[in-house]
């Protein structure tokens, strides 16, 4: 099991594009023909447009080695409820299970920071991630946000999927 980041997913989109240049560039300059060859053309990245601030030094988030605590998580309309209230420090594994009707998501949030998450876990599905994780509290919630056919919003958190949690 790996953990990844935001910054590790644009990090390796960014790692393919430049491959996928440097790649183009190098077959260009390796031909055989006479004739001018047409410039490699780059490959459009969407993600990489919309988050400009882009640190195309980051590094990817290290495994965080094997699990020294595990911590299974229901979700369901509208409850974030986890087997156990506390773990011990280290690396945890948390076992979101989505027991509900509607797809849900486990964000771990710690002082309102996004820390990991599972999304868009469909409903009668589990998905396990590993996080390291130092004392103190910490909170579990789902925090989908979905527009219904009458415009309404219907927020997972508002709704009660959040909860506490601590770590020791």
């Known amino acids: 099991m790996f953990i990844y980041s935001p910054s590790f997913l644009r990090a390796v989109r960014l790692g393919t594009l430049a491959a996928a240049v440097l790649g183009g560039s190098i077959l260009v300059a390796c ?22 601030t882009v640190d195309p030094n980051a590094t990817p988030t290290p495994d965080p080695g094997p699990a020294a605590s595990s911590l299974k998580v229901d979700l369901t309309e509208w409850s974030v409820a986890p087997s156990k209230n506390s773990v011990p420090a280290g690396v945890i594994q948390f076992i979101a299970d989505n ?65 506490k949690f601590e770590v020791e």
């Open 31 to 52: 031909g055989d023909s006479d004739e001018p060859e047409p410039e490699a053309a780059a490959v459009a990245d969407p993600e990489a447009e919309a988050h400009p």
């Open 99 to 163: 027991t509900g009707g509607d797809t849900h998501e486990l964000v771990i949030l710690r002082n309102g920071e996004e820390l990991a998450e599972v999304e868009g876990l469909r409903s009668g599905h589990v998905q396990a991630m590993r996080i390291r994780l130092d004392p103190g509290e910490y909170e579990l919630a789902c925090l989908i946000v979905e527009t219904e056919p009458d415009g309404t919003k219907e927020d997972h958190y508002q709704l009660g999927m959040h909860t």
